[in-house]
């Protein structure tokens, strides 16, 4: 597709990242069909450019969790996958978007801890682990052993969110990181949301470190919020918010928010 707001990289033989706008999303195809997790919020149809990559039919999107720049593209797709918590904000575009531009008269079926999505000889698992967003699920694909961790475990965690109230807790993360831990033996890479390739499977061990030593009273920075980002992401209160760099992780968290 030339002229296209869309790229991608096949990944292996039946997943692919694809980058547009927002978030990156990827296409995760079975024997019977393809599934988007997670869709942007770039304004050109992502299905239709998904749909360029594999033969098999690709109807649904599923969404790690409800900001949207992970559901604004949501409306190209026949349904969406989203958890309980996800349908409270998915259909409301960020402040600074054009609302006139997002369809949101998509179907959603809610999921939740042990739905499986089949795409015929490859099963995604559902996962709850609310902490960057109270509607955060992973998905887990034991077969191409690939976890899709949303904005849970990642190059960067922000615990800290402006359309999330109460805010989230470091503990919630480290449980979250437990749960995922539990199940270490079902994937080597991860997917995450805003990422250039694969990260590898240990990096959720070391997220749980890091939230144990956040918790354990670590030496923290001041959070500086990035220039020049965009008005949708402004930290209210920004005194009580800290950064921490634990090896390859990094955590955003709110001081008042560490331990339940
Ligand atoms: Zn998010």
Redesign the pocket.
Known sequence: MENSVFSSRKLDDNTWIIFGEGCTSYLVVGNKMGLMVDSGFATENIQKYAQTLTDKPVNHVINT?G?F??TGGNGWFQHAYMSAKALEIAKIPYPSLDPSKYRTDYVVTVVGDGDVIDLGGRRLEVLEIPA??PSSIALLDRSEKILFSG?EVADLVVLVWMQDEPQPYVEQHALNMEKLLRQRDGFERICW?HAVGFLEGDLVKRYLEHDELIMAGKETEPWVPLPGGPADFFMPQPEFKRKSGYLDTQLVFDLRYIKF
Request: hydrophobic content about 10%; proline content about 0%; cysteine-free.
């Open positions: 969790h900001h720049d992970h960057h967003a904005d949301g």
